[in-house]
Nanobody
Framework: QVQLVESGGGLVQAGGSLRLSCEASGRTDSIYTMGWFRQAPGKEREFVVAISKNGGATYYADSVKGRFTISRDNAKNTLYLQMNSLKPEDTAVYYC?????????????????WGQGTQVTVSS
């Protein structure tokens, strides 16, 4: 089993930045692709970005492309999400996810492991 714990959320003004972290524990050697999803109040969970095991492949949702950057440090079993130029519409609970297969995918149902989420609130 794999456990994921997110941190780094908070309240920020529009145009500001936040850096989210997700620390993995347990059978971390089984983790391949990792990603970030988010869910705003009253909306469905949506894909944000994903990264392959070696970091060589990434895929961003159009809504965050150019503003968010995903990275991972496998030695520390930690995934990061640098969020710049934040907008009020980025307000959501952000979830870290991981899967045991190498393909970088956007469907949440294909990720086996999930964190508890961290709240990001962007004020206008």
């Amino acid at each position: 089993q794999v456990q994921l714990v997110e941190s780094g959320g908070g309240l920020v003004q529009a145009g500001g930045s936040l850096r989210l972290s997700c620390e993995a524990s347990g059978r971390t050697d089984s983790i391949y692709t990792m990603g970030w999803f988010r869910q705003a109040p009253g909306k469905e969970r949506e894909f944000v970005v994903a990264i392959s095991k070696n970091g060589g492949a990434t895929y961003y949702a159009d809504s965050v492309k150019g503003r968010f950057t995903i990275s991972r440090d496998n030695a520390k079993n930690t995934l990061y999400l640098q969020m710049n130029s934040l907008k009020p519409e980025d307000t959501a609970v952000y979830y870290c996810a991981a899967r045991n297969q190498p393909a970088v995918v956007v469907l949440g149902s294909l990720y086996a492991y999930w964190g508890q989420g961290t709240q990001v609130t962007v004020s206008s």
